[in-house]
T-cell receptor
Framework: AQSVAQPEDQVNVAEGNPLTVKCTYS??????LFWYVQYPNRGLQFLLK??????LVKGSYGFEAEFNKSQTSFHLKKPSALVSDSALYFC?????????????FGAGTQVVVTP | DTGVSQDPRHKITKRGQNVTFRCDPI?????LYWYRQTLGQGPEFLTY????????KSRLLSDRFSAERPKGSFSTLEIQRTEQGDSAMYLC??????????????????FGNGTRLTVT
């Protein structure tokens, strides 16, 4: 069975500084990995995904993520954080053997960007 | 693209009552998912529809829960005899039918804003 771990409950960063949100995964075979963001009382919004190809994936709002197979990680990064990036971030994995495309989500990491 | 719509946004009910939630997916999306999110947790898969067919149900979906998608468009999720442990955000998501590596099951899920259920 697949799983995903987000080791940090919260990440605090000052505006303008680099932001990293960590994610590690466990899945048999090649993983399909996703990042979503959730603002208060809203649904999740897609940021980016890794399916195959280049290990560095660029997504929405200036975010990128690096797939590292040897470390089974898919950390989310942004070079310069904005106050508006404050939100709850979820890493998710899809088992390639899954029939219906359902995602397994991590517990989430709260990002707080201070002015 | 008007997005995935869920109704109601909030529902407060007393233990033992029945509740029903509605999800209207993006019109051309054949695939529809229900997830449940409790405080401090990520969304957990409940059930999946392809058109009107319910193809998978999680073990989380006890016999008090039932979901339908009668005409392959909107979907409903009903909880009978609600319990306090049912309090959560119920999220609906959809994605289009498609084939290939980048599309279909690997295309992004489009989530609604959820229905927050509070059972008192």
């Amino acid at each position: 069975a697949q799983s995903v771990a987000q080791p940090e409950d919260q990440v605090n960063v000052a505006e303008g500084n680099p932001l990293t949100v960590k994610c590690t995964y466990s899945v048999s075979g090649n993983p399909y990995l996703f990042w979503y963001v959730q603002y208060p009382n809203r649904g999740l919004q897609f940021l980016l995904k890794y399916i195959t190809g280049d290990n560095l994936v660029k997504g929405s709002y200036g975010f990128e993520a690096e797939f590292n197979k040897s470390q089974t990680s898919f950390h989310l990064k942004k070079p310069s954080a904005l106050v508006s990036d404050s939100a709850l971030y979820f890493c998710a994995v899809r088992d390639p053997g899954d029939s219906w495309g359902k995602l397994q989500f991590g517990a989430g990491t709260q990002v707080v960007v201070t002015p | 693209d008007t997005g995935v719509s869920q109704d109601p946004r909030h529902k407060i009910t007393k233990r033992g009552q029945n509740v029903t939630f509605r999800c209207d997916p993006i019109s051309e999306h054949n695939r529809l998912y229900w997830y449940r999110q409790t405080l401090g947790q990520g969304p957990e898969f409940l059930t999946y529809f392809q058109n009107e067919a319910q193809l998978e149900k999680s073990r989380l979906l006890s016999d008090r829960f039932s979901a339908e998608r009668p005409k392959g468009s909107f979907s409903t999720l009903e909880i009978q005899r609600t319990e306090q442990g049912d309090s959560a955000m119920y999220l609906c998501a959809s994605r289009p039918l498609g084939q290939g590596y980048e599309s279909g099951y690997n295309s992004p899920l489009h989530f609604g804003n959820g229905t927050r259920l509070t059972v008192t």
